[in-house]
């Protein structure tokens, strides 16, 4: 899906893992850092640190607070998101083909 | 897919999300502890801990050693596992439908 937020914010994603059925990405940032408009298909986000964010999905926002281990289902979407808290964020997203 | 580990194991294996497109499950035991035989689909498999473990799968038989964070996709199959170290296994298993 485009925008690609790989593409968007390189510094920010990584690919750790693609084949036919998946691509895997690790998000991190730090207090304060946002990221551009971009989209993921529909995906499965498994927390890996503590971390406070405000997601923007069109007109929405939406402030989230998350601990480590928890998993989340997100449906494909466009949207931004910017780290409203006192630490870093740390998670994996298993996007789905 | 049968058997189903959730069946097999439901002292390991807890259903921690499921929708159309996937299942999540997190695994977790202790040293010593040895599953049944069991099936999962495609999978990726998130590690959350560091662990020792002995996978056999049909007449093979492996040795892993893994560390937290690690992404290992594993392709269908029918498996036991067995904690042959001396810490838990704590894994999320993402099962693709």
Known sequence: MEPDPTVTD????KILFENDRVRVLRYTDKPGDRT???AHPDS???T???FQ???TVGDRTVDVE???HEVIWN???THVGENTGTTDT???FVELK
Chains 1, 2 share one sequence.
């Open 75 to 77: 449906a494909a979407q």
């Open 36 to 38: 551009k408009p971009h």
């Open 90 to 92: 740390d998670v994996i």
């Open 10 to 13: 390189p510094q920010l994603y």
């Open 53 to 55: 964010r405000r997601l």
């Open 66 to 68: 998350k601990s480590p």
């Open 44 to 46: 499965v986000l498994i």
């Open 48 to 50: 890996l640190s503590k």
